[in-house]
């Protein structure tokens, strides 16, 4: 499973996001492959499974619907969870 975290311009927020990622799916044992953090402009969908990034990036993205987790606020390790829980199903 490979796992992309999006922002906008900068790559802070993204990188904050992919840590968050790995710890909640290291917290439940979840096998990934790839986690890792890009800005709209740098980013490929190419063998993306999952997509995770803020409500304000989310129209930008040219990815299937079903494949982006959107956050209403990106420091959210709770809100994270809850809805790699609903995708990837654990």
Do not use: Q, R, W
């Not at 499973?1 to 990188?15: D, E, N, Y």
């Amino acid at each position: 499973m490979i796992i992309k975290a999006v922002c906008g311009s900068g790559l802070g927020s993204s990188l904050l996001v992919e840590m968050n990622i790995k710890a909640v799916l290291e917290e439940h044992n979840i096998d990934y492959d790839s986690v890792e953090h890009t800005n709209i402009s740098s980013f490929s969908k190419d063998g993306v499974d999952f997509v995770v990034c803020g409500i304000d990036v989310a129209p930008a993205l040219d990815i299937d619907e079903n494949k982006k987790i959107i956050l209403k606020n990106i420091l959210s390790k709770e809100e994270l969870t809850k809805k790699l829980k609903e995708k990837i199903k654990f």
